[in-house]
T-cell receptor, first 117, second 110 residues
Framework: ETGVTQTPRHLVMGMTNKKSLKCEQHLGHNAMYWYKQSAKKPLELMFVYSLEERVENNSVPSRFSPECPNSSHLFLHLHTLQPEDSALYLC????????????????FGPGTRLTVL | TQLLEQSPQFLSIQEGENLTVYCNSSSVFSSLQWYRQEPGEGPVLLVTVVTGGEVKKLKRLTFQFGDARKDSSLHITAAQPGDTGLYLCACRYNTDKLIFGTGTRLQVFP
């Protein structure tokens, strides 16, 4: 049991839809992450909320919008997605410390399998 | 942009065989982690190595960190069907960001 839950597990949406992915961590961690995992690319970091700061990967399109209302919940709002956005979206959390970055361990949820038609 | 290459990309073996997978970078990294991801699940951490030349063992799995801190290997002895999964290496290059490798997909047949 990872302690990180994600809903929904599967999502099919059209290009004009608006949907949101939800992540919740029960581990008391202070950092949460969104990753994208597609078939032909390495696991890619999209957004980080760490120590109450948001860090973005500048290559993420604006049609992806994260929200972190508190340290336990993380959302990824989706709008006007493209078929190439179909992928497994993974949420993770960790207890981040600037003095011990090397051993920071990510705890992943099971992911949301997103299909954009 | 740093790239973490893993090889082989795919590996299918019989139960009881030994195997080694590799993780290579063109740049020196500060630490390296190995994760395993099973179908329908997220990756789970197996080990963290931080010292060049470090060797760690986890039951039938042996992890080695290269002396130059640019490569790592994972050796599995007497593979079991339960070892089936996607093996990912991940490292940091003096930044907060964790970079994941391209992955090795292992299938162990009974």
């Amino acid at each position: 049991e990872t302690g990180v839950t994600q809903t929904p597990r599967h999502l099919v949406m059209g290009m004009t839809n608006k949907k949101s992915l939800k992540c919740e961590q029960h581990l008391g961690h202070n950092a949460m992450y969104w990753y994208k995992q597609s078939a032909k690319k390495p696991l890619e970091l999209m957004f980080v909320y760490s120590l109450e700061e948001r860090v973005e990967n500048n290559s993420v399109p604006s049609r992806f919008s994260p929200e972190c209302p508190n340290s336990s919940h993380l959302f990824l709002h989706l709008h006007t997605l493209q078929p190439e956005d179909s992928a497994l979206y993974l949420c993770a959390s960790s207890q981040f410390s600037r003095t011990d970055i090397s051993t920071d361990t990510q705890y992943f949820g099971p992911g949301t399998r997103l299909t954009v038609l | 942009t740093q790239l973490l290459e893993q090889s082989p990309q795919f590996l299918s073996i019989q139960e009881g065989e030994n195997l080694t997978v590799y993780c290579n970078s063109s740049s020196v990294f500060s630490s390296l982690q190995w994760y395993r991801q099973e179908p329908g699940e997220g990756p789970v951490l197996l080990v963290t190595v931080v010292t060049g030349g470090e060797v760690k063992k986890l039951k039938r799995l042996t992890f080695q960190f290269g002396d130059a801190r640019k490569d790592s290997s994972l050796h599995i002895t007497a593979a079991q069907p339960g070892d089936t999964g996607l093996y990912l290496c991940a490292c940091r290059y003096n930044t907060d960001k964790l970079i994941f490798g391209t992955g090795t997909r292992l299938q162990v047949f009974p």
